[in-house]
């Protein structure tokens, strides 16, 4: 693991602090329960499973009564934080306990990658959102973790800098360039402007939680990506070459009213963008 | 006109500095052609019918045949810049025929504002993107001017912020609080979730050229507003309650993966979004 949101020290749990990234890389270090939350609420640690494995940590560090309820207060919305926590009430050893979630969150995006790697086609440009990588997770990642595992299929990564706490700006951009993997940062209105020209093949996000029939919810921004990843494409020859059209513009900024060329687009796990195979 | 891009004062060219809105109002004195390309060059003034007035200005206070030349490359891009240029060489009188291109763009946005107000429903809620207002025109604006024209309906704005140079977040929410038109300045990321919620009715965006068999080119980022706003309401009651849903998820960032109800939309001259009658 290259990049690490926690790192374990028995006595003492270190959080890189990801809001000064990618300007300063510096790591705070919690010795308490109340240190933990503290850091979990003002986005030191963020991103779910990194979120529940801090809070475990923080049961390990101080397992106390009052620590599960400070705790659990920090990031009501994070899935994993009450789930680790329900978890570290049950367990008797509590820093064997810790440390196993954290295992297992490594070894689930060890294995999300695996099995999404598979559905990435060679080459492809993949677009993602927000940050779902190893600074979100006990390490690996989940969305980005897809990407990482499929990088040996020379995948590059357009990453929106997702507004308005560029997650995608500061923390995606950057481990990208930790691991190596070609990125392009564009602002969240470009998103569409490249998937119109076919610069897109696949678009990768995560999701904050996934209900049984299939229900989705996430950053804000995530709809939007959907619909433009199910639009067919855009780009189609003028049945009008005697009219003037957008053709003859230098502009780069341009899109067609004319109705669109159908592509049929394969479904995938992920939103499924235009394929190389359908340009 | 409240707000005033540009000022003509006989001998001197007055260019509110857009640069520096909303947290400063200054105007910036031209008296050569040299400083109106500068400024247009620099961003001073912005908007393509601004740009063309500005230059026309610009030849007014300097009549050379290096004017000509320096201001057509101050921004190519601009369609009006080349259009006013070529008609004040053919003019006679250089500020009766600046004062005149002024004048014909003020009417000509009155105009559309006008027409457009015909168009927008009693106390609808329209998104806009970039800036289209008083401050990209001669006055009143375009797409923005339609919004101005129809003040007396009870509209209200949602400002997209339009990254990256923040035309919407800088100049279209302060240019609606001098008007005293109620505005929500959102990130552009959010202009999906706020459709797909039903909270838009209208979409109202300008562009930079419309072709004759109506290709649209416009600021990057609206060919994705195109597509959200062309895409049915997204708001639907599950057919599966019995299983769970995200209607049990107290976030609002949440969309539905289930196939959406099909609401008709009807066309207007802007983009049609979710009009209060479908909800």
């Excluded at 009430?89 to 294995?111: F, H, P, S, T």
């Excluded at 999701?207 to 049984?212: L, N, Q």
């Amino acid at each position: 693991v290259t990049v690490e949101a926690l790192r374990w020290k028995g006595d003492a749990l270190e959080l890189l602090d990801q809001r000064l990234l990618p300007d300063q890389f510096v790591y705070v270090t919690c010795r308490s329960a109340a240190q933990v939350a503290a850091a979990i609420r003002d986005m030191v640690v963020r991103g779910a499973p990194a979120i529940g494995c801090a809070a475990a940590f923080g049961i390990a560090l101080e397992p106390k009564e009052a620590s599960y309820a400070i705790l659990a207060k920090s990031r009501p919305t994070a899935i994993n934080l009450a789930w680790a926590l329900e978890r570290m009430r049950r367990a008797e050893d509590k820093k064997a306990e810790a440390e196993a979630i954290y295992a297992e969150d490594l070894a689930v995006n060890r294995a999300i990658g695996a099995q999404g790697a598979k559905l990435i086609p060679e080459g492809a440009r993949i677009l993602t959102y927000c940050n779902t990588g190893a600074l979100a997770t006990a390490g690996h990642g989940t969305a980005l973790g897809v990407i990482r595992s499929a990088r040996d299929k020379g995948v590059s990564v357009i990453a929106c800098e997702t507004r308005p706490y560029l997650q995608g700006a500061r923390l995606t951009a950057w481990e990208c360039m930790q691991e190596g993997i070609p990125c392009t940062l564009i602002t969240d209105n470009m998103a569409g402007h490249f998937m119109s020209r076919g610069e897109v093949d696949l678009v990768i996000v995560g999701a904050d939680r996934i209900a049984a029939n299939g229900d989705t919810a996430n950053k804000i921004g995530t709809y939007t990506l959907a619909v433009l990843a199910h639009r067919p494409s855009c780009r189609s020859t003028s049945r009008h070459r005697s009219r003037p059209s957008m053709r003859r513009w230098p502009t780069a900024r341009r899109f067609r009213s004319k109705r669109d060329r159908r592509t049929k687009l394969p479904a995938t796990a992920a939103y499924a963008g235009r394929r190389r195979a359908s340009r």
